[in-house]
């Protein structure tokens, strides 16, 4: 097992990494301060590991929730489940959340902890390479809006994650690649050897090679922990983990949710934001190529959906990054080095969009 902590004074955590973290009941309840838990899950992973957690915390007063699996129960609806399960059973301060699952579990989790009675504590397992590399750490939690993606949500650091590589021997293909999404991403904005071994080692990768992922999910994690020791709720520096979200949220929200994974959305965006970049003087056009053919090394859509341009331009000036109505990005200064910028100008973005297929 790999131990990292994740360096934020008196809200500092641990992330554990390794196989078969979920047999070991210790691990989790070490970092249970009360008598009061409740496990939020979903109706997938519930029969695949919901037992071996429950075993975990015999002794304790235990609650569980089982939401509806996929990005469309993101909302503020399928949440208040857990306020009403919370309260049904009583559940007071000292109470702490266990999200067991992906993102979609983890920010719906880490968002009701952040607001039932205030704040209470919580615990994140992510069981998808998503969650394990990017969603579990950090502290964003939340939940969709129908005209825009996250948008309702707090920071709100968990007390540890935990993350079990065995549980990746479950996920389905798709889901995999769409975690070496953002995989990638941290090679493209801050760690260029890394990008470098992502494209000696994709092959393994996809075939869920373990002690691969193994690697990479401690390499991707050690550079989102440092990202967000610096610049926790995102007021700098912390908005370079968002490359490609601008036009991957644009790309959720258009197609609905779920019909399109955050993790595909992400790798257009990503390429989007490289011919942008490109455009701008920054990346070559063989970094564009090389790019585009590690995402499709990983199985990933490298084309937009069909939306038209106007559509694409009015969802993204929907984004968080948006500052006085400026749309600012995240874009590439070199490759394994990303750049925030609101001078791009919008004749680029279109010319950008049109040239990936965007009518
Ligand atoms: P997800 O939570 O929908 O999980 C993907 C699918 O895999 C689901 O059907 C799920 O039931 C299933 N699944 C999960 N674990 C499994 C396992 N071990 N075996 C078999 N099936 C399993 O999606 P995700 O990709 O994990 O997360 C995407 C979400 O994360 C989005 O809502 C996105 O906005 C959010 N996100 C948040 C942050 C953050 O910083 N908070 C960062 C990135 C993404
Ligand atoms: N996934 C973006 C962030 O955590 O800031």
Redesign the pocket.
């Known amino acids: 097992m790999q131990t990292l902590n994740v360096d934020l004074g008196d809200r500092s955590y641990p992330i554990y990494i390794g196989e078969d973290l979920l047999t070991q009941p210790e691990l989790l309840r070490q970092h249970i301060q009360g008598r009061q838990v409740l496990v939020v899950t ?1 109706e ?2 519930a029969p ?2 919901l037992e071996q957690v429950r075993q975990s915390l015999a002794g304790l007063q235990y609650s569980e929730v089982i939401l509806p ?3 469309q129960h ?1 909302t503020l609806g399928v949440l208040s489940r857990i306020y009403d399960q919370l309260l049904i059973d009583k559940h007071n301060r000292t109470t702490t959340l266990i999200a067991l ?7 719906m989790t ?1 968002y009701a902890a952040a607001s039932y009675q205030r704040g209470v504590n919580f615990i994140q397992i ?3 390479l ?2 394990q590399v ?5 502290g ?3 939940v ?1 809006h129908p005209l825009g ?2 948008m309702i949500g707090a920071f709100h650091q968990p007390q540890c994650v935990i993350a079990d590589t065995n ?2 021997l ?3 293909a798709r ?1 995999l690649s ?2 070496i999404a ?1 995989v990638i991403k941290y090679g493209l904005i801050c760690d260029a050897p890394f990008y470098s071994w992502l494209q000696e080692n994709m092959a393994g990768l996809v075939q869920c090679d373990k002690p691969l992922l193994a690697e990479a999910i401690l390499r991707s994690c050690e550079n989102k922990a440092k990202v967000v020791a610096s610049d926790e709720r995102e007021s700098g520096i912390r908005a370079i ?1 968002n490359l490609g979200h601008t036009f991957g949220h644009a790309i959720e929200t258009a197609q609905g949710y ?1 019909n399109w ?3 595909e959305a992400v790798a257009v965006g990503m390429l989007l934001a490289a011919d942008l970049s490109a455009r701008m003087g920054w990346l070559q056009s063989a970094d564009v190529l090389s790019i585009k053919g590690l995402l499709e090394q990983a199985n990933l859509p490298v084309v937009p959906p069909t939306m038209s341009c106007e559509q694409f331009l009015s969802l993204m000036a929907v984004d968080k990054k948006v500052l006085d109505g400026r749309l600012r990005l995240v874009l590439l200064k070199s490759m394994g080095e990303a750049i925030i910028t609101s001078e791009v100008s919008e004749a680029d973005v279109r010319a950008t969009l049109v040239t990936s297929g965007v009518a």
């Open positions: 979903n997938t992973i695949l590991y699996d996929g990005e993101k699952g992906g993102g979609v579990v983890g920010d880490g992510p069981t998808t998503l969650s990017d969603s579990s750490v950090g964003k939690t939340g969709n993606k996250n549980s990746l479950t996920l389905p889901e769409a975690g953002e983990l779920g994974l955050h993790g």
